[in-house]
């Protein structure tokens, strides 16, 4: 998403089945169709003053297209709005040239600034693994045991792709001009291409197959903010985690400020259980410092819409009417993005 975007700027049509069973071309429809632009038009104020200032944005429900279109509301709603039952889809071709860089960084602060100074080249990916994620992946993937520099904090992984091996060549050119503060950058070649990209996907699976009490705990894992503040976001986070005694393991999409965050906690121990909704609101209030959103890709489901008020404030009762305007028996997929006052763990 990086380069592309996210799903919803691919979504040309949707056919959907509403909670009285009509579809998409009957008066039903119609009806919901004016009742939410009216709204929508009455409330762009509150809209706008609670938009987070992020890259990509799954909370809530997505209300700030001055040019409103019911399918763009209806991606990521989880269900809680319509059935999809049918999409239409934009697609574009696979471009045909891809380069890779693989930069190792000592500090966090610098890993920060790379990923500020290289979105403007354009990377199809800009991809981000810790410390932890690193030593736990070099001990579960035989072939990615290589040396690593003693002070390693960080490794970016930086893809161009193109139409042309020249276009692609200049873009690598231009980011290695910004990397003077890297331990190393490197080309991925040959096999090697393919082996980086396992080890960033086998990140969670190697994380669920943790051996010992602990286990990956994901309750606070698809926050988001500006990649201009990822920064302070992750410090933030390190300073959360310093406070309560629990390790993270930080890896994502660094060039969209989107980051995976996974605690390292023994479900059965009731210290750390205690631990799991002081963490929850700290983590919310950061986010909410940072004017970012509780999820960048994944969703709100019951978890993250119990926060949701913390990001949007009075922006949550215009969710709560978009809601009833589509479901007012609240029979699709209840509790999902608006309803839950709390969370219990």
Not at 12 to 36: F, K, N, Q, Y
Not at 225 to 239: E, F, M, N, S
Request: glycine letters at 8%; charged letters at 30%.
């Amino acid at each position: 998403t990086v380069k592309y975007g996210p799903t919803r700027e691919y979504v040309m049509a949707l056919d959907c089945v509403m909670d009285d069973g009509s579809g998409t071309d009957g008066p039903r429809w119609t009806e919901i169709e004016g009742a939410t632009r009216r709204l929508l038009s009455e409330k762009r104020d509150v809209a706008e003053r609670n938009r987070p200032d992020t890259l990509k944005n799954s909370s809530g429900y997505h209300v700030w297209d001055r040019d409103f279109q019911m399918h763009r509301l209806l991606v990521g709603s989880e269900g809680t709005l319509g059935i999809v039952t049918g999409a239409k889809l934009r697609v574009i071709r696979k471009p045909a040239e891809r380069a890779l860089l693989r930069i190792y960084f000592d500090e966090l602060e610098t890993m920060g600034e790379a990923v500020v100074a290289l979105r403007p080249f354009h990377p199809s990916a800009l991809e981000v693994i810790d410390k932890t994620t690193i030593d736990l992946v070099r001990g579960s993937m035989p072939e990615w045991n290589e040396a690593m520099p003693p002070n390693l904090r960080s490794i970016l992984l930086c893809e161009f792709d193109g139409a042309k091996k020249e276009e692609v060549e200049e873009a690598v050119a231009k980011a290695r001009s910004v990397l003077g503060k890297a331990i190393e950058v490197k080309t991925a070649t040959g096999g090697e291409y393919e082996n980086l990209w396992k080890v960033r996907k086998a990140a969670s699976p190697i994380l669920d197959r943790l051996q010992g009490k602990r286990r990956s705990m994901r309750f606070i894992e698809d926050a988001t903010v500006h990649p201009d503040r990822l920064v302070d976001y992750i410090r933030g986070l390190k300073a959360i985690f310093a406070k309560h005694g629990i390790e993270g393991v930080i890896f994502g999409h660094a060039g969209s400020g989107h980051i995976h965050v996974n605690l390292l906690m023994n479900p059965h121990d009731q210290g750390h259980h205690d631990l799991l909704l002081p963490i929850a609101n700290e983590v919310a209030e950061l986010v909410v410092s940072l004017k970012g959103t509780l999820s960048g890709e994944h969703g709100d489901g019951l978890l993250r819409a119990a926060w949701a008020s913390r990001v949007f404030g009075d922006l949550v009762p215009v969710f709560e009417e978009i809601k009833r305007i589509f479901d007012p028996r609240y029979i699709l997929n209840p509790g999902k993005k608006v309803g839950p006052a709390t969370f219990d763990f």
